[in-house]
Each structure stands twice: as C-alpha cells, then as structure tokens.
C-alpha cells in the first residue's frame, strides 16, 4: 500500500510506476507491505520531485537579404542547454545565434532547436529562413542641364532599360543623401526647384524589391542653372 500526495494506491508487487508524472506528482511517498492481511510499519517517506517539461519556441528575423546577418532566437530559459540544427550542417549551442553574411544557397531552410533543463528534454521547434537575393544596381542618367527659371521646367532621372527590374520600386536620392522621390516606373520627374541654386547636383538611386536594397547607383551629375 502506498501512501502518495494523490492518496493511497494498492500494487500487487514491489514497484509502484507513475505514469506520464507531472508536478502534481511531487511530494512524500511511502509504502506499507501488508502479508495474510497483516500490515508492517510504514516505511520512511522518500521525497519525489517532478520537473516540468520545458517549451520553446522557435523564431528568426527571416526573410532577410543576401549579405544581411540571420537572427535566430529561442524561448530563453534560465540554465537550459540548446540545440540548433540546420541546412548544410549548422549547429549551434547558444539561445539565439546569429548566422552573419546571410547566403539563399547556404542559407535557405528549416532550422530546427530544442532545449534540455534539469534533465528534461524540450519539445523540438523550427522556423523557416528565407534569403531574398539582392537586385541590381541601377544605371542612371538625367535630361541634361536645366535653366530653373523656365516656365514649365522639368528634371527627368532615369534608370536604363538594360538594368531595369520588374515589379521593383526606384528610390532616389540627392547629393545629401535625402529621399528626393519613390517610383514604380524608370522614371522620376522633378518640378520644384526650391531647394536648388545654379550648381552642379548629383543624384543617386537604389532598387528596391522584395524588402531588399540595392547598392546605390553611379552617381549622375546635372547642372542647374
């Protein structure tokens, strides 16, 4: 007969098994041997401690872009010890390893970790990575020079076909580095001509797709006058 934090339980034999334990389970645990009806002493207690199961989850920054670092992170548990594994051979045993200079071919796949605290293995999560290939940089002219006090005038910036991008957007960028305009087409059109004095400007772009920028174009020079 033994005596358990849930109550009493009666073996045929010398072993008593906790199935599936949880932490309801721990406490004081003794046993009373009883013969023809006869019962011994209760034997001492023995203390049993179940430890919970740990839970993780695994997360990542994905998509990223090509040459970005990759980010992985797992729940954080104090004292745990993890394991991640993944494409072409990855292993790491920290909670949240960065993966730097970020490659689709090396890259691309299921990353997969688990944890064991106190003895007790975790559940085995992943997470996905995707890394978006950068575009190509953009070849950029302009109109040519400008007289700003005309009526009407107009600077035209220009990707070329030969290096254009389908479904991407074109950022463009003026001498200081500011966002001069955002277009959907190979073309940015510039009216307002506050901001400039006779001089010579330079110009910039980037490609953008898929969250991924490209490296800034050659600049084009244009004298406005």
Known sequence: ????????????????????????????????????????????????????????????????CTSDTIQLNATFIPGATYTWQGPRGFTSAVPNPPIPFANS????????????????????????????????????????????????????LSVSNASAVPNADYVWYNQSGDTVGITQTLNLDITDFTDYTDGNYLFTAATHLNGCSSALSAPTTVAIN
């Open 1 to 64: 007969l033994w005596r358990t934090p849930k109550g009493n339980i009666t073996t045929p034999t010398s072993a008593l098994n906790l199935e599936n334990p949880t932490v309801a389970d721990n406490g004081l645990y003794s046993v009373i041997v009883i013969v023809n009806g006869c019962p011994s002493k209760e034997s001492g207690a023995i203390n049993l401690s179940v430890n919970p199961a740990p839970r993780i989850f695994a997360s990542a920054n994905s998509p990223v």
């Open 105 to 156: 071919s090396l890259h691309n796949g299921f990353y997969k970790v688990s944890a064991v605290v106190n003895g007790c293995i975790s559940n085995l999560d992943s997470v996905q990575v995707n890394v978006n290939a950068r575009p190509r940089v953009p070849n950029i002219s302009n109109s040519g020079a400008i007289c700003i006090d005309e009526e009407g005038a107009v600077l035209r």
